[in-house]
């Protein structure tokens, strides 16, 4: 398995990456890979995501902002620098074909990686993505194709929090969302973050370099 860092990249570069992957992994010309990253401010909205969701393109300076709708799962969310968005590849070929497994998996993944720096958190029943006492810390929407999976989740860092007030995230009603640096009170370098998560990721998964 292979963890490629890319930075901060726009939200459509890292789709082109996506999907030239998955391609790449179906056909068994590359290992599993997962992307961890930072995106511009943008709204993404999922398949069967409702665009009244997203109440405001505009911030409180008046700047304008993007909405993509992409195939991933879910409803509205948003990305930016701050957060840490991860990207598996996995083949689901070879891990049992169950996607329900995998998505409670990817919470365990960022539930552990809380837990490293002190954040408890934990799932709530009927809803995908990773809460808190103070509200959502992590939301997740995936896409399989030929089972491979691809999208993934936001990981709230220290991304500026204003921007969920601007839709509906997730498509619920009245959801606070929290970060790190929002529970903990202090930012914590990104780069810690990737390290930590990678470890996690690696054992929930079990992944087992050759």
């Not at 720096?117 to 809460?131: D, E, I, N, P, Q």
């Not at 399989?144 to 709230?156: E, Q, S």
């Not at 969920?164 to 606070?176: A, M, N, S, V």
């Not at 914590?188 to 054992?203: A, I, M, Q, T």
């Amino acid at each position: 398995m292979f963890f490629d860092d890319l930075g901060l990249i726009p939200f459509r570069d890292a789709l082109a990456a996506q999907t030239d992957s998955v391609s790449r992994i179906a056909a068994s010309e590359q290992q599993e890979t997962v992307y961890l990253l930072e995106h511009p401010s943008v709204f993404t909205l999922g398949r069967a995501g409702q665009a009244e969701n997203v109440l405001t393109k505009r911030d409180w300076e008046g700047r304008s902002l993007e909405l993509v709708r992409t195939s991933r799962g879910g409803d509205v969310t948003y990305h930016g620098p701050g957060q840490l968005v991860g990207y598996p590849h996995l083949d689901l070929r070879q891990r049992g074909r169950d996607v329900g497994r995998y998505l409670r998996d990817l919470e365990e993944t960022l539930i552990r990686t809380g837990a490293h720096f002190g954040v408890t958190a934990f799932r709530r029943k009927g809803l995908t993505g990773v809460w808190t006492h103070k509200g959502k810390l992590a939301s997740i929407g995936v896409g399989v194709r030929r089972w491979i999976t691809m999208h993934g989740f936001a990981l709230n860092v220290n991304n500026d929090l204003r921007y969920f007030e601007l839709i509906r995230p997730c498509g619920i009603p009245d959801c606070p969302v929290t970060s790190f640096k929002d529970l903990l009170g202090v930012s914590l370098e990104l780069g810690e973050v990737k390290e930590v998560y990678e470890r996690e990721f690696r054992s929930v998964f079990v992944v087992r370099d050759p």
